[in-house]
């Protein structure tokens, strides 16, 4: 093995993301299609915060919205503005964090899916995402998110152990829970071929997490009404269940000042 090298910021999990972290996508995309039935239809203009390589995004520019991708990794940006040449779409992707983006005009609807809040540094940032994301939103406008809770780090994470092959490259992710600091974690291992050798790469994450309550009292002080919120367990992939009860919660919030009531997912 010729080097050993650590880093953050979704850089080094970017350019291997579309390879080894689309599991997912079927099931978040048929969680958004059912939560969000009545309302998505009607959104004009949509915000993907947490964007990634752009999949979300284009797909919903597809349908011929105006779309704004929002990602604080240089790299994800320079990959969603590809992916989006490739699809032949317009996205307008923006380079900034949670707390500090700002759009050109304000969306009909807000999107923060795979766990985006939670990469949060600290647990008290979140008073001030709730206030950007409301800046973000026309009067009425919705924000659609899911959050990872404490249960997910310390049953699931503290037992996640994974291995995968593809292209020259090995993918060996690892997690779990910090008790003394109250966060989840997680290692990305990469070892590439480089040569005859291996070199090997490490990207970490860190999770904070809120209660329910926490959750909704801080955004609905931030001019925010609960719409509906959803445990994960409920919803299922082609007729099967994903999670157990308790990992993964999903939240749709309304900005007041809207006159017309808003429909019940």
């Known amino acids: 093995m010729s080097s050993n090298e650590t880093y953050t910021g979704y850089h080094v999990i970017a350019n291997t993301y579309d390879t080894f972290f689309t599991a997912h996508r079927e099931w978040y995309q048929q969680t958004r299609d059912s939560i969000l039935a009545a309302i998505l239809p009607n959104a004009k203009t949509v915000c993907d915060i947490g964007c990634g390589t752009g999949y979300t995004a284009i797909n919903i520019a597809k349908e011929g919205r105006k779309v704004f991708a929002v990602d604080v990794s240089s790299t994800m940006c320079e990959l969603a503005r590809a992916n989006a040449e490739k699809a032949n779409v317009q996205i307008s992707v923006v380079q900034a964090d949670l707390q500090s983006f700002r759009l050109p005009e304000p969306a009909d609807m807000v999107l923060a899916e795979n766990a985006v809040l939670n990469h949060l540094e600290t647990k008290l940032g979140l008073a001030a995402v709730a ?135």
């Open 131 to 265: 206030d950007n994301i409301s800046r973000a939103l026309v009067p009425g406008g919705y924000f659609y998110f899911d959050a990872n809770t404490r249960k997910i780090f310390q049953l699931a994470w503290a037992q996640w152990k994974g291995f995968a092959e593809q292209d020259g490259t090995v993918f060996v992710p690892h997690g779990g829970y910090d008790a003394a600091r109250d966060k989840g974690w997680l290692v990305a291992d990469y070892f590439i071929r480089d040569g005859q050798d291996w070199r090997r790469v490490s990207e970490r994450f860190e999770h904070v997490w809120w209660t329910q309550e926490e959750i909704q009292n801080t955004f609905e002080q931030a001019g925010f009404r609960t719409v509906c919120v959803v445990d994960a367990s409920e919803k299922e992939l082609n007729g099967k269940g994903v999670l157990p009860p308790g990992f993964i919660t999903f939240y749709l919030f309304q900005k007041l000042g809207s006159n017309e009531p808003a429909p019940t997912a």
